[in-house]
């Protein structure tokens, strides 16, 4: 176990939180009880991920898309009051890391999405500071259709393939979640394919018109691993028990 002050502190130093400038707080966003025995992780900080993280009486939950985003309505009403309403009944914490958890080079959304597609890791690109997105390579070179069967197999859902390139692929780039906005640096990198979680109108034209092979797989799916594998070190460092739930989202 662990006091809340303390997880608190080892996250924000261990994902580097002050390198990042984010759309929103990262860290403790609702307090709650101390100490920490049982961590409830999982993708979205939704009713239903609260609601099994009070059935399994955990003391805090930790994910990686919290509240108080920059731009919305800061009104604690509706869906928002039930939300905070339930955690502050039965005095659970709940702790968000985004952009930090993206980007972290073992825990990471990213990292762990290459590990599950078997891709060696060459270097970063993207937009941001620090840069977010991971580009490399396949052992073989494969398929337009088989990396997509790939895709498929690791993360339990059918990609949308658009295949504006005929050849085979090898080189990948890749950014997990909202990364559409991230195909024109991948394709100036040169690489036969780009991997991200959702897909934009004009996302299918600046493929065909490049010639890259571009695949969305999901926001949810490509964001399933780095909460996972950071819930199981804390679980590791400071003897918790770690429970992921996974509450299913087809976007």
Same mark, same amino acid.
């Given at each position: 176990?662990?006091?809340?002050?303390? !997880?608190?502190?080892?996250c +924000?130093?261990l994902?580097?939180v002050?390198?990042?400038?984010?759309?929103?707080?990262?860290?403790?966003?609702?307090a709650?009880?101390?100490?920490?025995?049982?961590?409830?992780t999982?993708?979205t900080?939704?009713q239903?991920?609260i609601?099994?993280?009070?059935e399994?009486?955990?003391?805090?939950?930790?994910?990686?898309?919290?509240?108080?985003w920059r731009?919305?309505?800061?009104?604690?009403v509706?869906?928002k +009051?039930?939300?905070?309403?339930?955690?502050?009944?039965?005095?659970i914490?709940?702790l968000?890391y985004h !952009?930090p958890?993206?980007?972290h080079?073992?825990?990471?959304?990213?990292?762990?999405?290459?590990?599950?597609?078997?891709l060696?890791?060459?270097?970063?690109?993207?937009?941001?500071?620090?840069?977010?997105?991971?580009?490399?390579?396949?052992?073989?070179?494969?398929?337009?259709?088989? /990396?997509?069967?790939?895709i498929e197999?690791?993360?339990?859902r059918?990609?949308?393939?658009?295949a504006?390139?005929?050849?085979?692929?090898?080189?990948?780039?890749?950014?997990s979640?909202?990364?559409?906005?991230?195909?024109?640096?991948?394709?100036?990198?040169?690489?036969?394919? /780009?991997?991200?979680?959702?897909?934009? &109108?004009q996302t299918?034209?600046?493929?065909?018109e490049?010639g890259?092979?571009?695949?969305?797989?999901?926001h949810?799916?490509?964001?399933?691993d780095?909460?996972q594998?950071?819930?199981? +070190?804390?679980?590791?460092?400071?003897?918790? &028990?770690a429970?992921?739930?996974?509450?299913?989202n087809?976007a």
């Open positions: 176990m662990i006091e809340l002050a303390e !997880l608190q502190a080892y +924000h130093d994902l580097e002050d390198r990042f400038e984010d759309y929103c707080p990262n860290g403790l966003q609702v709650g009880r101390s100490p920490i025995r049982r961590l409830v999982g993708v900080a939704c239903a991920l609601d099994a993280a009070v399994r009486e955990a003391d805090a939950i930790l994910v990686h898309h919290g509240w108080f731009g919305e309505d800061p009104c604690i509706g869906l +009051h039930r939300r905070l309403a339930t955690l502050l009944r039965h005095d914490a709940l968000a !952009l958890l993206d980007a080079p073992v825990y990471g959304n990213n990292v762990q999405l290459a590990r599950r597609l078997d060696s890791v060459e270097g970063r690109f993207g937009r941001e500071r620090p840069q977010l997105g991971l580009h490399g390579r396949l052992a073989r070179a494969e398929s337009g259709a088989d /990396f997509a069967r790939r197999q690791a993360l339990e059918t990609p949308l393939h658009v504006g390139s005929e050849r085979p692929i090898q080189t990948v780039a890749w950014c979640g909202a990364a559409q906005g991230y195909i024109a640096q991948a394709v100036q990198l040169g690489v036969d394919a /780009f991997l991200t979680g959702e897909i934009s &109108e299918v034209h600046v493929a065909r490049s890259i092979h571009f695949f969305a797989a999901g949810h799916a490509t964001e399933r780095g909460v594998a950071l819930g199981a +070190h804390l679980a590791a460092e400071f003897g918790l &028990e429970i992921f739930i996974d509450v299913p087809p």
